[in-house]
């Protein structure tokens, strides 16, 4: 389960996907309120006799097939020193293609 906002829990048992001792994983929860955005198990709902279980993330699939880019423009890029485009240069500190110019 996932929490997109704040969620009262009251006084049910839930395990949350912390940073603990043994490293990332569910540890119990001992708060009443938990923060949005935070993953947790309710533990009634784990069946009886389940002692542990785990993630496996060697066949997962990301959506990412393939990453496309254009190639560079043959035109400078120019900018100025807050990083704002410009058309072309001003008068002052410039940064053309990475590389600052100064125009009197």
Avoid at 3 to 17: D, I, P, R, W
Avoid at 51 to 58: L, N, R, T, V
């Amino acid at each position: 389960r996932g929490a997109a906002a704040a969620a009262a829990l009251g006084k049910q048992e839930v395990l949350t996907m912390q940073n603990g001792a043994n490293g990332v994983g569910f540890y119990k929860y001992n708060g009443e309120n938990l923060a949005g955005f935070k993953a947790y198990i309710n533990v009634s709902d784990i069946p009886s006799g389940i002692k542990g279980f785990a993630f496996d993330f060697e066949d997962a699939a990301d959506g990412i097939e393939t990453i496309e880019h254009s190639p560079m423009a043959s035109e400078q890029s120019i900018c100025n020193v807050a990083g704002q485009r410009l058309s072309k240069m001003q008068k002052g500190i410039n940064i053309v293609n990475g590389k600052k110019v100064i125009v009197k």
